[in-house]
């Protein structure tokens, strides 16, 4: 049985960091230590093993509290010149990388390798001048979830079942550059402007992985980003942060609904059916992130590991709402920094990470935060019936989109504000001095 749970366990970690992609090459030299462990099958330690593979359910929260008690504190950010490039495995697996180590935020004992064959830089490959088909003619099933960014009057839907095998798409929208990331091991749908110093940068996949989360790379100084937050970890931009633009995760049938001349993302050179397999099956289930990828003396135990969790950030300052206390009161009106804000939830977005095929997965519905106010007033909502919510102002009737379906603000639209669903882990690992919604 120790030695299933040790094979189970690396299949996990290199599918979980870039084999989801059939067309990784599985004759690359192996690097240490997660191909290791694949091919001599005992690489796992037995507890380690044991933790992986555990997919029983997680228990309800046990606490609601607001930020007195929190995580232990990351390092302040402040960049950190000369000292010791990278040795062992990271030194392996970045020969030949441009990099300047010597510059960074962060002790690089905290970037852990998630890639199990060499070369690891994008092998799990980003799209690069994405095509677009309208919604009307995609045939996503209902309850698959994307991403939804909305610049201008145009709206666009990435489905994860695409974003789980590229992570990245180095896009534009109506002239605008954009980065559009997801990383499944947080599930982090993330967009960010990728211009810095008047340049737009191109973005890859490093292969590295901080606090289980994504390690981009650019490819103007090669220098090293975290997806969750946009800031720059190793090299030139060591210090830098890359400014987010609001997006959401939805479901397939909110969109076309919601934004029925929208487009969505069209499968790059390869057939639609390719997608839609999802290699982390149950991994929603596990009562914690994978030990090789996460520093368990971070993990913040208020709530489940990976309870899904709406982190709102609005001029710097950033706020966690849980999704189990949002599902239980349907809209949630408070305020961050100052700025009224509603977080809505309405059911119908599948789990891309439960089941094997991603619109398979449980229902764990869709939640999106927004600006509340209208015209100069501040609304307040309520949850109706049928996922639709009205405010006490007008009692229009408006969708999880933020947009008002009837009444007299038919036709508005509420102002987005930045907003993730990341896991709970990982928000507190990243923002350990954040708020967290108490009702």
């Not at 550059?177 to 996949?205: H, I, K, M, W």
């Not at 590991?305 to 999704?323: C, D, H, I, M, S």
Request: charged share 20%; net charge negative; aromatic share 8%.
């Amino acid at each position: 049985m120790k030695r299933l749970a040790a094979l189970v366990a690396a299949a996990l970690a290199l599918s979980a960091c870039g084999s989801s992609d059939p067309a990784v090459d599985s004759t690359a030299a192996p690097a240490t230590p997660v191909a290791t462990a694949a091919a001599e099958e005992t690489g796992v330690p037995d507890s380690a093993a044991s933790s992986t593979v555990d997919a029983a359910a997680t228990a309800s929260a046990t606490s609601t509290t607001s930020a007195t008690s929190t995580a232990p504190a990351l390092p302040t950010p402040q960049v950190i010149t000369g000292g010791a490039g990278p040795t062992g495995s990271l030194a392996r697996v970045s020969t030949g990388w441009a990099t300047d180590f010597s510059t960074r935020t962060i002790d690089l004992d905290e970037l852990r390798i998630g890639i199990g064959v060499i070369p690891i830089r994008d092998r799990i490959t980003p799209i690069d001048n994405p095509e677009f088909a309208p919604a009307s003619e995609a045939g996503w099933s209902d309850p698959e979830p994307g991403l939804l960014l909305v610049v201008g009057e145009s709206a666009r839907f990435y489905p994860l079942a695409m974003l789980i095998v590229h992570e990245i798409v180095n896009d534009e929208i109506e002239g605008r550059p954009v980065l559009v990331t997801y990383c499944p091991l947080c599930n982090s749908a993330l967009v960010f402007d990728p211009v810095v110093e008047g340049q737009s940068l191109r973005f890859g996949t490093s292969g590295l992985l901080r606090n289980s989360d994504l390690v981009m790379w650019d490819d103007a100084t090669e220098s090293l980003w975290q997806q969750i937050g946009g800031e720059g970890l190793v090299g030139a931009y060591a210090g830098r942060r890359l400014d987010a633009i609001p997006s959401a995760i939805v479901s397939w049938g909110d969109f076309k609904e919601g934004y029925p001349d929208g487009v969505v993302l069209a499968p790059p050179g390869r057939p639609a059916s390719s997608y839609g397999r999802n290699p982390y099956v149950q991994y929603t289930s596990r009562s914690a992130p994978i030990p090789n990828f996460f520093d368990s003396a971070i993990l913040d135990d208020r709530y489940p590991a990976l309870e899904r969790t709406v982190g709102v950030t609005v001029e710097g300052r950033n706020k966690a709402y849980p999704f189990s206390v949002v599902q239980a009161n349907g809209a949630l009106n408070d305020a961050v920094a100052g700025v009224p804000v509603v977080v809505l939830w309405s059911p119908g977005t599948a789990d891309a990470l439960d089941s094997s095929v991603t619109a398979a997965g449980m229902d764990v519905g869709a939640a999106l935060a927004f600006d509340r106010r209208v015209g100069g007033d501040t609304l307040e909502f309520t949850p109706a019936d049928g996922g639709r919510f009205t405010d006490d102002l007008t009692g229009s009737v408006w969708n999880v989109l933020g947009q008002a379906l009837e009444g007299q603000l038919a036709g508005t639209r509420l102002e987005p504000v930045v907003h993730t669903n990341e896991f709970w882990f990982a928000w507190a690992a990243f923002h350990p001095d954040g708020e967290v919604f108490a009702p």
